[in-house]
């Protein structure tokens, strides 16, 4: 009996460490699927359907103007520009998309996640300090910050789904490309998913939340909306 007991979990054992990685995104069944513009379609799929490769052009996989900045958010001294499965649609399935972002001195991109994917930052131009936090192994209530500065050349990768950040210390602009492992990274920005979310979060749970007065509470939301 522990003899068959033994083989049954060898096998399993044997069965998951060999299952394929999965991916994120979902992986490519057939060559090309390349995606239809479907922002009025009814059905949502995971992921976008299919345009008939017949009707596939060159254009479908490409894409320019990353030689020039995004718009800047007003106020915000920071540009972003990505091209998605929204803008590439032969993006579709292949679980990558890139972008640009632009930072003015002491400009920064607030803390944010991507939550479905991982990036990779190449600096092109200026002076980042850039950081992650993980959350503390021994204690879920701390974390542990990885952070660097960063100059021209330099790559940094942010894990998937952790919160990080990229400031602009250096006294001119700052240019960097951001890879994501996702067609469509997705992007959550912590302090205004937190203060300018609709409807708000009831007082009690942002008073007890971060330990501040109600007063504290809509002077952030007022800050954040
Ligand atoms: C950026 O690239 C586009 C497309 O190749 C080109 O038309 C444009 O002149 C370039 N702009 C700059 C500022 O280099
Ligand atoms: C998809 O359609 C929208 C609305 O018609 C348009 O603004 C957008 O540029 C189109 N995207 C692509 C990749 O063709």
């Not at 890139?98 to 930072?103: A, V």
């Not at 701390?142 to 790559?155: A, E, H, M, N, T």
Request: charged share 15%; proline share 7%; hydrophobic share 45%.
């Amino acid at each position: 009996m522990s003899m068959l007991w033994f083989i049954t979990i060898l096998v399993i054992t044997v069965f998951i460490s060999y299952s394929p990685a999965y991916a994120y995104d979902n992986n490519p069944l057939q060559d090309i699927c390349v995606a239809v513009n479907d922002s009025q379609a009814a059905v949502f799929v995971n992921g976008k359907i299919c345009k008939d490769p017949k009707f596939t052009t060159a254009n479908d996989f490409f894409a320019s103007g990353l030689n020039v900045s995004g718009t800047a958010a007003p106020g915000s001294g920071g540009a972003a520009k990505f091209f998605t499965v929204d803008n590439i649609p032969g993006l579709n399935t292949l679980g990558i998309s890139i972008g640009r972002i632009d930072l003015e001195p002491q400009r920064l991109a607030p803390l944010h996640t991507h939550p479905r994917a991982t990036e990779l930052i190449t600096v092109l131009d200026g002076i980042l300090y850039v950081g992650f936090l993980v959350p503390d192994a021994a204690n879920f209530f701390k974390s542990r910050l990885f952070s660097k500065i960063l100059y021209p050349g330099d790559v940094f990768v942010f894990p998937i789904g952790l919160i990080h950040f990229q400031y602009n210390v250096g006294h001119k602009k700052a240019t960097y490309l951001a890879a994501f492992n996702s067609q469509n990274p997705g992007f959550i920005f912590v302090p205004n998913s937190i203060f300018a979310s609709n409807p708000p979060i009831a007082d009690d749970v942002l008073t007890q939340g971060f330990h501040l007065s109600k007063t504290q509470i809509a002077e952030l939301r007022r800050k954040f909306s």
